[in-house]
């Protein structure tokens, strides 16, 4: 049972009175076995899984908790359970009172917020200064996330020479977010705005208690959907020195004001550490304890081996210490997967990775471009994505990238005299060819001349006479294209299956053309087509696609597949071997071997980041998460100078605090 492998100190935090219970959870502590014991406590005591929610940083830890609980109370107890991030939670809980939600990707909502942007830029500019569009996006979702009340004083603060334009900037965002909700799209923050507006509206909470963990990186909106729930019980865990997420609108003041915000709270703290060995926790806790102690800890280490300390790796060179820790992996005789490289600045990552793989040394890399950012998944999503939700005008235009010579411009034409075709339905108007009308004639975006598919063979049966094929921007190639478009959505609305719309996918004539395009694209450097390389990339790209059918296997519904992708898609990986790691993807994770490379004064600490509003407080805290990764072997490196760059650089301060380097005593 959950409760019967608990510690003391775990066992006393699972079986709190109910109430406001905070846990200070330090790294390795075992917080997953208490918030399991806590559920199983709660169980027991005559608690029902759905009075029960559960609110992880990830879907992957919620899954792995809810396993957990499986192996005791068995698998219908545990799936009755509300579990997942905040955004996965709000997702079912408004699909569960009805409200209509299908999401769109950061990066597709930021192309949408450009085509608004794009015409105030025009209109209402007309002068430099002015913020771009990907940093006024950023501002917005940081706005949000920090959950203040006047974006014009909260920029003017944050950004003064910013305070004249605020207002347009305003008028941008207020358009932006009338035309998500005119083509029903729904981002990250929407969902967490949308819920807590239900709840405000009278939306009953059902829940008897909630779970919080990883507390400490919890942002204001979050904690005003939490505060919108008011729930009867509160079960938060975390620890204020893993506090990392400043930059995404984290506020480390939520976990340190818990007392002053909930009336009669208690605090529990879990101090015995059964990750790391005593000589790593020693060297974390010496940096760590430079910042503010808010909750007094100290961690005990369990392990009773004998290990050997941290090791520091000095080099005169950049590119030598990559190469000197690639060797080093080399010859280590740890799994590869249970290494890891640590990394403050992503440009870190590609000498090392390019080291690895010099050596024939397979790695992962999380944080780049991943699975779901590749092209061929993304257009096989669109596609399902289309049929899901027929205004999805970004998904129609992305696919028609595609086409030869019609562009953005074209397709949002071909998009718009669809929906008129259709008496305001998309899928109506594009899949069912009715006679040509004077609407197209009278637009000028249609020829008026005889129809250009009779010009062409091989049309699929019922496309042939068509009105958007009289398209003035329509050639052969691209009419070929839009035809075996047009036969895919055909069959693929027959479907609701999402494993067999990929099926179909895979097995047609658009897709294809598309794999070739992508494939030859990748495979032509400086002009020169290598043959051997296209085969290989198109390989590839059809391997997606067959890995994207398997993740859909299990679900009924494309449109659940859809959304379930959106909210998962950050969290899956692909490949094997040494783990490349930015510090914040580490978080979570274990590793019987880490590198932290780039110890250096100005990429770790990052001042860049620290001088745009970021703080040393921060970076220690960032120091303290990459080295508590670490189980048994810990080595901290650096080098003295970017020959390529001509920068010399002094050791981090952290290696100094760490008793790593002694500090020189000046005569």
Not at 157 to 170: F, G, I, M, S
Not at 393 to 414: D, P, Q, R, T, W
Not at 555 to 576: D, H, P, W
């Given at each position: 049972m959950p409760l019967s492998r608990l510690n003391e100190e775990q066992l006393a935090a699972a079986t709190a009175p109910i109430g406001y219970n905070l846990i200070i959870a330090g790294a390795g502590v075992g917080k997953t076995s208490a918030i399991v014991g806590r559920i199983a406590h709660l169980l027991k005591s005559g608690a029902s899984p759905e009075e029960i929610l559960l609110l992880t940083f990830t879907n992957k830890a919620a899954a792995e908790m809810l396993a957990r609980l499986a192996q005791a109370f068995g698998d219908?107890?545990?799936?009755?359970?509300?579990?997942?991030?905040?955004?996965?939670?709000?997702?079912?809980?408004?699909?569960?009172?009805?409200?209509?939600?299908?999401?769109?990707?950061?990066?597709?909502?930021?192309?949408?917020?450009?085509?608004?942007?794009?015409?105030?830029?025009?209109?209402?500019?007309g002068k430099q200064g002015v913020l771009g569009y990907a940093a006024l996006f950023d501002y917005k979702n940081l706005f949000e996330n920090r959950d203040e009340e006047d974006f014009c004083e909260w920029l003017s603060?944050?950004?003064?020479?910013?305070?004249?334009?605020?207002?347009?900037?305003?008028k941008i965002?207020?358009?932006?977010?009338?035309?998500?909700?005119?083509?029903?799209?729904?981002?990250?923050?929407?969902?967490?705005?949308?819920?807590?507006?239900?709840?405000?509206?009278?939306?009953?909470?059902?829940?008897?208690?909630?779970?919080?963990?990883?507390?400490?990186?919890?942002?204001?909106?979050?904690?005003?959907?939490?505060?919108?729930?008011?729930?009867?019980?509160?079960?938060?865990?975390?620890?204020?020195?893993?506090s990392i997420y400043a930059f995404n609108g984290a506020e480390i003041g939520i976990i340190s004001d818990f007392e002053k915000r909930y009336e009669n709270a208690k605090v529990w703290t879990l101090t015995k550490n059964y990750r790391s060995t005593a000589l790593i926790l020693s060297l974390a806790n010496r940096v760590i304890s430079n910042n503010e102690r808010i909750y007094p800890k100290a961690l005990t280490p369990i392990k009773a081996q004998s290990f050997a300390p941290p090791e520091l790796l000095a080099y005169g060179e950049l590119y030598e210490q990559y190469r000197a820790i690639a060797a080093k992996i080399a010859s280590s005789r740890c799994a590869k997967n249970e290494i890891a490289v640590i990394f403050r600045n992503n440009s870190s990552a590609d000498g090392i990775e390019a080291m690895l793989r010099e050596l024939g040394l397979p790695c992962r890399r999380?944080?780049?471009?991943?699975?779901?950012?590749?092209r061929e998944i993304k257009?096989?999503?669109?596609?399902?994505?289309?049929?899901?939700?027929?205004?999805?005008?970004?998904?129609?235009?992305?696919?028609?990238?595609?086409?030869?010579?019609?562009?953005?411009?074209?397709?949002?034409?071909?998009?718009?005299?669809?929906?008129?075709?259709?008496?305001?339905?998309?899928?109506?108007?594009?899949?069912?060819?009715?006679?040509q009308n004077a609407s197209f004639v009278e637009s000028g975006l249609f020829s008026g001349e005889e129809i250009k598919s009779k010009r062409f063979e091989n049309m699929p049966v019922g496309f042939e006479n068509h009105p958007l094929l009289s398209h003035s921007q329509l050639n052969e190639q691209s009419t070929k294209f839009l035809s075996d478009f047009w036969f895919l959505l055909g069959v693929l609305k027959k479907s609701q299956k999402p494993k067999e719309q990929l099926s179909l996918i895979i097995a047609s004539p658009l897709f294809e053309a598309i794999a070739n395009k992508l494939a030859k694209t990748r495979s032509t450097k400086n002009g020169a087509f290598d043959q051997r390389v296209?085969?290989?990339?198109?390989?590839?790209?059809?391997?997606?696609?067959?890995?994207?059918?398997?993740?859909?296997?299990?679900?009924?519904?494309?449109?659940?597949?859809?959304?379930?992708?959106?909210?998962?898609?950050?969290?899956?990986?692909?490949?094997?071997?040494?783990?490349?790691?930015?510090?914040?993807?580490?978080?979570?994770?274990?590793?019987?071997?880490?590198?932290?490379?780039?110890?250096?004064?100005?990429?770790?600490?990052?001042?860049?980041?620290?001088?745009?509003?970021?703080?040393?407080?921060?970076?220690?805290?960032?120091?303290?998460?990459?080295?508590?990764?670490?189980?048994?072997?810990?080595?901290?490196?650096?080098?003295?100078?970017?020959?390529?760059?001509?920068?010399?650089?002094?050791?981090?301060?952290?290696?100094?605090?760490?008793?790593?380097?002694?500090?020189?005593?000046?005569?």
């Open positions: 219908k107890a545990a799936e009755r359970v509300m579990a997942g991030t905040f955004h996965s939670v709000s997702y079912k809980w408004l699909k569960a009172i009805g409200k209509n939600v299908l999401l769109k990707q950061p990066s597709e909502l930021k192309t949408l917020f450009k085509t608004v942007y794009d015409k105030y830029l025009m209109r209402e500019f603060a944050r950004n003064p020479a910013h305070k004249e334009n605020a207002p347009l900037y305003e965002f207020d358009e932006f977010d009338e035309l998500k909700n005119e083509l029903g799209f729904v981002g990250f923050n929407d969902l967490l705005l949308q819920m807590r507006q239900a709840l405000k509206d009278g939306a009953k909470n059902p829940y008897r208690e909630t779970l919080v963990d990883e507390y400490q990186d919890t942002n204001p909106l979050q904690n005003s959907v939490l505060k919108a729930l008011n729930p009867p019980s509160l079960f938060c865990v975390g620890d204020y020195d893993q999380k944080g780049g471009n991943g699975f779901f950012e590749s257009t096989a999503m669109d596609l399902i994505g289309l049929i899901v939700n027929p205004r999805d005008l970004l998904a129609f235009v992305n696919i028609m990238e595609y086409a030869h010579g019609i562009g953005s411009h074209g397709a949002k034409e071909l998009y718009d005299e669809s929906v008129k075709l259709g008496g305001g339905d998309f899928l109506k108007g594009f899949l069912t060819p009715i006679a296209f085969d290989e990339a198109r390989e590839r790209i059809f391997e997606k696609i067959r890995t994207l059918k398997e993740l859909s296997d299990r679900y009924q519904t494309s449109e659940r597949f859809i959304n379930a992708m959106a909210l998962g898609s950050s969290e899956m990986s692909e490949g094997s071997g040494v783990n490349l790691l930015s510090v914040h993807a580490s978080k979570g994770l274990e590793f019987s071997e880490v590198f932290v490379i780039d110890l250096m004064d100005g990429r770790f600490p990052n001042r860049k980041l620290m001088n745009q509003g970021g703080a040393i407080e921060e970076e220690r805290r960032l120091f303290y998460v990459a080295v508590t990764r670490a189980k048994e072997s810990l080595f901290l490196s650096f080098a003295s100078r970017d020959a390529y760059k001509k920068i010399d650089y002094a050791p981090s301060l952290f290696l100094y605090e760490a008793g790593m380097l002694q500090p020189k005593i000046s005569n």
